[in-house]
């Protein structure tokens, strides 16, 4: 006897009508992507669960893969046995010695097999009354138990679980459309581009980068952040925009306390023109309101108003210290407080304008010609593609 299955609970996606099949069909192709290097299991999807077959797979070192994988409610180990009273009470019990730190624990049948010859109710007491006389110290409590064995009578065969380990929620990303994440070597951008995957969403990076001002070091720190999001994804497309020229005419045609604005919104144009090429329908930024000069109502009015696309700032109202869990929660912050250059802040005019106008803005662009440089910059922009590290891969890195 053994844990030979891993239930998969799909929670919100359950609940999403005619969508349903998309959504699981997705979740489908996430998990086994996710679980391929375990060549020995079998997967197979249900209209409201998955069922992993281990095939000698270790339970909780699959779940433990599982995770990061979105449009997961929850996970439970879980014994597969037929649908005989016999074999069910030494599975019940084989569950329940399997525990840790339990004293008091509830049998909960499930009878969906109606011609399974004994119901739910007198079945929980048969299974309780076995598990009491065949181990030494357990009590039962219906109230409060330590642990709850569940047994569920299906047709085809019963299921056996106990732990119930929560997933990650969201919806599984790719449900949900695409959306370009500009991508800092911050802190902020990368919990954004996170937080907009557990919405399903799937994200492309684009980088602005100056060399010589800003080092091969920080593109790296950019790479091996969008590396880190594939956890949680397939892949991360990045566009590295080579930005020093243009940061470099911004820097001596615009008047200092305007510079940083207009940067940002060639950001944004660029950012848009990237996004059209790759059939991508909205951006994405760490913008968290009020924490520097251009995350002021006033600058993101004036920054936005270069595209019409629409901008996803998932941070917006949060604090600073949620930010920083949920960076160290998904191991960005280590890679994200590496003391490299970014290109925003080698150029930081001195005074920047917390509260740029509109029309000054657009005024102080009209004077240049930017457009050549545009093209330019737009032409020689790089794109990397990284994949999700497979487990074998993890374990060449440790050896
Ligand atoms: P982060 O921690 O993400 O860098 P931040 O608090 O430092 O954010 P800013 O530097 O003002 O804030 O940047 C605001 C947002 O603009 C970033 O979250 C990111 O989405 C985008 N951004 C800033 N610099 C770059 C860059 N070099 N390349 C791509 N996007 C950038
Ligand atoms: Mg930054």
Known sequence: MQYDHIIIRYGEIALKGKNRKEFTNKLHENVARKLKPFSQIKIKKTRDRMYVHLNGEDPSIIMEQCTDIFGIQSMSAAIKVPNEEDIIKEAAL????????????????????KEFPIGSQQFNQVLGGHLLANTDGYTVDVHQPDIEIHVEIRQDATFITSKKVMGAGGLPVGTAGKTLL?????????????????????????????????????????????????????????HVVPFTKLQQTIHREIPNGYSMTVMRRMMMRISERVAEKENILSLTTGENLGQVASQTMESMNAINQVTNYPILRPLLTMDKDEIIDISKKINTYDISIRPFEDCCTVFVPTAPKTKPKRDKVAYYE???????????????????????????DELDDLL
């Open 366 to 392: 009209s004077l240049v010609d930017f457009s050549a440089e545009l093209e330019e910059t737009i032409e020689g922009i790089e794109t990397i593609e990284v994949t999700q590290k497979s487990s074998n």
């Open 182 to 238: 500009l991508l800092s070597g911050g802190i902020d951008s990368p919990v954004a581009g996170y937080l907009t995957m557990k919405r399903g969403v799937q994200v492309e990076a684009i980088h602005f980068h100056s060399p010589p001002y800003t080092s091969e070091r920080a593109k790296q720190k950019v790479i091996d952040l969008a590396q880190q999001l594939t956890a949680f994804g397939n892949k991360v497309k990045i």
């Open 94 to 113: 084989y569950a329940l010695n399997k525990t840790e730190n339990a004293q008091t624990f509830k049998v909960t049948v499930k009878r969906v097999n």
